[in-house]
């Protein structure tokens, strides 16, 4: 998800992410909270990187950057990804995988 804040910080447009997107599945939700560090593959990375954009966008539509906020700072003081996702969105992870790939069709 770091790529994904620093991308959105940047201004990339979610349209742009979407373009990618188009062309190839998503990955999993769980994928992007790792580091992208090891992806020696150009087109996965790319992959990578755009879901990770598009899915922080998709977490400002639901609820704007206060509520991306306070998810940072629940992970900031150790609460697992799971559990602050609930806390904030009052959905698990697969929950809001699910949801998030509801809306890339």
């Given at each position: 998800l770091h790529e994904g804040f620093a991308q959105v910080a940047e201004g990339?447009?979610?349209?742009?992410?979407r373009q990618v997107?188009?062309?190839?599945?998503a990955p999993p939700l769980a994928r992007l909270t790792r580091s992208f560090a090891g992806e020696t593959d150009p087109a996965q990375a790319r992959i990578l990187?755009?879901?990770a954009c598009d899915l922080v966008?998709?977490?400002?539509?639901?609820?704007?950057?206060?509520?991306?906020?306070?998810l940072?700072?629940?992970?900031?003081r150790g609460d697992a990804l799971d559990a602050a996702a609930r806390g904030v969105y009052g959905l698990t992870l697969d929950?809001?995988?699910?949801?998030?790939r509801a809306s890339l069709r």
């Open positions: 990339r447009p979610r349209a742009d992410a997107l188009a062309r190839a599945p990187y755009a879901a966008h998709d977490l400002l539509g639901r609820g704007g950057a206060p509520l991306l906020a306070d940072l700072d629940r992970l900031r929950e809001l995988d699910a949801a998030w």
